[in-house]
């Protein structure tokens, strides 16, 4: 397993870890299967969206506060139950198939870590998983 850090700088935003995993997938020389990107937060996630414009990633992060507001009275009340719920919503996690050394993602398609109750310092944790 391989682990790495994300420092957020925003209270809620997207941020691209493609080439982050796509460098530990070369570096790890690992060939076929499938990578497990993982998140152990609560109030974070990882998906998999449009890279090629930086207005998608801002429009699911007001997307996502419009649907989940934080004025909404929660009985949850430490502040972030919004973060907690938004994290539910995208999920924290993704399998990505490996091919011949590379990521199969799609040509639009980016990594992404989803800060919903930042900034803060984050972990993103990396599985290889083999064919059987």
């Given at each position: 397993?391989?682990?790495?850090?994300?420092?957020?700088?925003?209270?809620?935003?997207?941020?691209?870890?493609?080439?982050?995993?796509?460098?530990?997938?070369?570096?790890?020389?690992?060939?076929?299967?499938?990578?497990?990107?993982?998140?152990?937060?609560?109030?974070?996630?990882?998906?998999?969206?449009?890279?090629?414009?930086?207005?998608?990633?801002?429009?699911?992060?007001?997307?996502?506060?419009?649907?989940?507001?934080?004025?909404?009275?929660?009985?949850?009340?430490?502040?972030?139950?919004?973060?907690?719920?938004?994290?539910?919503?995208?999920?924290?996690?993704?399998?990505?198939?490996?091919?011949?050394?590379?990521?199969?993602?799609?040509?639009?398609?980016?990594?992404?870590?989803?800060?919903?109750?930042?900034p803060r310092t984050r972990k993103v944790y990396l599985n290889f998983l083999?064919?059987?």
């Amino acid at each position: 397993m391989e682990i790495f850090k994300i420092n957020s700088t925003e209270n809620k935003q997207l941020i691209d870890i493609t080439s982050k995993v796509t460098s530990i997938v070369d570096k790890a020389g690992f060939l076929e299967g499938a990578v497990f990107v993982y998140t152990p937060h609560t109030t974070a996630g990882i998906t998999i969206n449009e890279n090629a414009d930086p207005d998608v990633s801002r429009d699911i992060v007001g997307f996502l506060s419009k649907l989940i507001p934080k004025s909404y009275p929660f009985a949850h009340m430490e502040g972030n139950s919004d973060a907690h719920l938004m994290s539910s919503v995208i999920g924290c996690s993704e399998l990505i198939p490996v091919e011949n050394g590379k990521l199969m993602t799609g040509t639009w398609q980016g990594i992404y870590f989803c800060e919903f109750d930042g900034p803060r310092t984050r972990k993103v944790y990396l599985n290889f998983l083999q064919p059987l």
